[in-house]
């Protein structure tokens, strides 16, 4: 068996895991990452693109943030609407601070040239990997890669391997503490080579059902509408989703709408999921390997960053001899935010969905929710602060 040995060996080559490797790179901390997948699918993935602000200035401490300035797009606001109402949230005149559209897709490329810069080892094509002696001085992790099976051995494990991957189910299953909500319905998604509905995002309640309309760049968007868990991405033509579309946003933003051929169209389930704890010895999750939140409060990046930036220098300073205080207080600090994002998520997915078999109260309640917005600062103020990032 060829045996490899590291300081912190990553499972999962996406986001977190990349960043991650990034800052304990730049601190002198030697990193292998293992990733199940090619690179050419890891790039292909459609995700988030909505980044907290102290998402930003953490890749910009990575190294990695030149080009997210230059072709990145700053938001000052975005717009809460119920049918024609539509409530500005003006996140720089409410907190001072505004967040970034710019692809998770764009994140992850500008990651793996860092990466491939510095030198980083990142495997990919990996299976069936195993982590073992976690309660030991060292750690390995096993896989199997190109037919032959390897070891890496290492001080620490970070599992960035996602909800599906192998890190959280190697905490044994009677010490894990697990939480779920599951949304019954998704959201079609598409990408259109066309010009933005809005200069800001819009988050739209209506008696149709809900929509987004978000972008990537000037000619570039990507826009959403609540579906049924049925549906399929076949059921859905470019014109029905653009009919239901332009019916759910205000006239006032349809009236501006350009329609086009899509590029990618999918459809995603909404969950809330949370696994607690985040550390197990050696180990310690990141990123949706122990949380998963609804799109709709443009979280789930930006909760990994926060994970990565309570987790890399308690790990630098663990490899480094200067204490544990770091890695023992991570799964405590990491949650603490972590439930506070759920909580915003949560709300927001109540306050802009429509659910099935709902009675007339539940509407009402939306309806409440948005007048309210629309007439208190201090409600604004609240949504802008957790919308723009709670501090780390």
């Given at each position: 068996m060829t045996v490899l040995t590291t300081q912190v060996a990553i499972i999962g080559g996406g986001p977190s895991g990349l960043l991650l490797s990034q800052l304990l790179n730049n601190a002198g901390v030697e990193t292998v990452i293992l990733e199940r997948s090619t690179r050419e699918h890891v790039l292909s993935r459609i995700r988030a693109g909505i980044l907290e602000w102290g998402t930003v200035e953490l890749l910009r401490e990575a190294g990695v943030g030149a080009r997210m300035d230059s072709e990145g797009i700053p938001h000052d606001g975005c717009y809460m609407t119920d049918d024609e109402l539509m409530v500005h949230i003006d996140f720089k005149e409410l907190t001072g601070k505004r967040v970034m559209v710019y692809g998770q897709t764009e994140v992850t490329r500008d990651l793996y040239q860092?990466?491939?810069?510095?030198?980083?080892?990142?495997?990919?094509?990996?299976?069936?990997?195993?982590?073992?002696?976690?309660?030991?001085?060292?750690?390995?992790?096993?896989?199997?890669?190109?037919?032959?099976?390897?070891?890496?051995?290492?001080?620490?494990?970070?599992?960035?391997?996602?909800?599906?991957?192998?890190?959280?189910?190697?905490?044994?299953?009677?010490?894990?503490?697990?939480?779920?909500?599951?949304?019954?319905?998704?959201?079609?998604?598409?990408?259109?080579?066309?010009?933005?509905?809005?200069?800001?995002?819009?988050?739209?309640n209506s008696r149709h059902?809900?929509?987004?309309?978000?972008?990537?760049?000037?000619?570039?968007?990507?826009?959403?509408?609540?579906?049924?868990?049925?549906?399929?991405?076949?059921?859905?033509?470019?014109q029905r989703f653009w009919d239901a579309f332009s019916l759910r946003i205000p006239s006032e933003a349809a009236a501006h709408l350009v329609t086009g051929p899509s590029i990618e169209k999918s459809i995603a389930p909404l969950r809330s999921f949370v696994s607690e704890p985040l550390r197990w010895g050696n180990l310690f999750l990141v990123g949706d390997s122990a949380h998963i939140v609804p799109p709709t409060g443009a979280k789930g990046l930006n909760?990994?960053?926060?994970?990565?930036?309570?987790?890399?220098?308690?790990?630098?300073?663990?490899?480094?001899?200067?204490?544990?205080?770091?890695?023992?207080?991570?799964?405590?600090?990491?949650?603490?935010?972590?439930?506070?994002?759920?909580?915003?998520?949560?709300?927001?997915?109540?306050?802009?969905?429509?659910?099935?078999?709902?009675?007339?109260?539940?509407?009402?309640?939306?309806?409440?929710?948005?007048?309210?917005?629309?007439?208190?600062?201090?409600?604004?103020?609240d949504l802008a602060e957790n919308y723009i990032g709670l501090p780390f």
């Open positions: 860092a990466q491939d810069a510095a030198g980083t080892t990142v495997l990919h094509g990996v299976s069936d990997v195993e982590i073992h002696d976690l309660d030991q001085t060292k750690s390995y992790v096993e896989f199997t890669r190109e037919g032959a099976r390897k070891r890496l051995e290492c001080l620490y494990v970070a599992g960035c391997d996602g909800f599906h991957g192998v890190s959280r189910k190697t905490i044994p299953a009677e010490k894990r503490r697990e939480f779920e909500r599951v949304y019954p319905f998704g959201w079609l998604g598409i990408l259109s080579e066309t010009p933005p509905v809005n200069d800001e995002l819009i988050y739209s059902g809900f929509a987004l309309a978000s972008m990537r760049n000037a000619n570039l968007v990507r826009y959403y509408v609540q579906v049924p868990l049925s549906d399929t991405v076949e059921d859905w033509s470019d909760l990994a960053a926060s994970d990565v930036y309570y987790l890399y220098s308690a790990l630098i300073d663990a490899v480094k001899g200067a204490g544990t205080t770091g890695i023992d207080a991570y799964s405590t600090r990491a949650l603490a935010r972590i439930w506070k994002a759920m909580r915003f998520s949560w709300q927001m997915t109540t306050m802009m969905h429509r659910f099935d078999g709902e009675d007339a109260f539940a509407e009402q309640m939306r309806k409440a929710t948005l007048a309210h917005l629309a007439t208190s600062e201090a409600a604004r103020r």
